[in-house]
T-cell receptor, first 110, second 112 residues
Framework: KQEVTQIPAALSVPEGENLVLNCSFT??????LQWFRQDPGKGLTSLLL?????REQTSGRLNASLDKSSGRSTLYIAASQPGDSATYLC?????????FGSGTKLNVKP | DTEVTQTPKHLVMGMTNKKSLKCEQH?????MYWYKQKAKKPPELMFV???????INESVPSRFSPECPNSSLLNLHLHALQPEDSALYLC???????????FGPGTRLTVT
């Protein structure tokens, strides 16, 4: 069974800092990997989707990379802002299944 | 329009009640999903509908009954729930299975 792990579980940084969130998965036979953010008590907002054939996707201050062979993805956030404070989740899909990591709770201090 | 709507936002029900959750999207997506999320945990997939047919049922108890009346609408019928079923229920849709998923805001369910 696919297992998805996100490290660290929580992260607190001062505003303006660049940061990296990590996502690892045990089965490299994935179809795609998606990064989401979730604000407390709310639904998930899609940030980036990387297909298994892709290495990288960028949107604004966000950059996500995928190394399928090593079972890793990173989400890079440039020049962090207090509004970036949320829980960030990665999810992988393979063989008709969808697996979420347990998330990284990010706090950006003003 | 990349919006998925869910109603109601909050629902409190007794263990003998019957209620339904509703999810709607108008993006022309052909895959729709139900997830359950407990506090401080990631979402857990419950059901997937693809082209209005149930394609995945993650061994969900029969007290949860999904329905897809048309390509834009997804319902989750609830009956004889237990207090441990209290959670945030999230609906999502995607152009097709394995494409980018868009989530609704969720229904906060409390079973008393």
């Amino acid at each position: 069974k696919q297992e998805v792990t996100q490290i660290p579980a929580a992260l607190s940084v001062p505003e303006g800092e660049n940061l990296v969130l990590n996502c690892s998965f045990t089965d490299s036979a994935i179809y795609n990997l998606q990064w989401f953010r979730q604000d407390p008590g709310k639904g998930l907002t899609s940030l980036l989707l990387i297909q298994s054939s892709q290495r990288e996707q960028t949107s604004g201050r966000l950059n996500a990379s995928l190394d399928k062979s090593s079972g890793r993805s990173t989400l890079y956030i440039a020049a962090s802002q207090p509004g970036d404070s949320a829980t960030y989740l990665c999810a992988v899909s393979n063989f008709n299944k969808f697996y979420f990591g347990s998330g990284t709770k990010l706090n950006v201090k003003p | 329009d990349t919006e998925v709507t869910q109603t109601p936002k909050h629902l409190v029900m007794g263990m003998t009640n019957k209620k339904s959750l509703k999810c709607e999207q108008h993006m022309g997506h052909r895959a729709m999903y139900w997830y359950k999320q407990k506090a401080k945990k990631p979402p857990e997939l419950m059901f997937v509908y693809s082209y209005e047919k149930l394609s995945i049922n993650e061994s969900v108890p029969s007290r949860f009954s999904p329905e897809c009346p048309n390509s834009s609408l997804l319902n989750l019928h609830l009956h004889a729930l237990q207090p441990e079923d209290s959670a945030l229920y999230l609906c999502a849709s995607s152009q097709d299975q394995y494409y980018e998923q868009y989530f609704g805001p969720g229904t906060r369910l409390t079973v008393t």
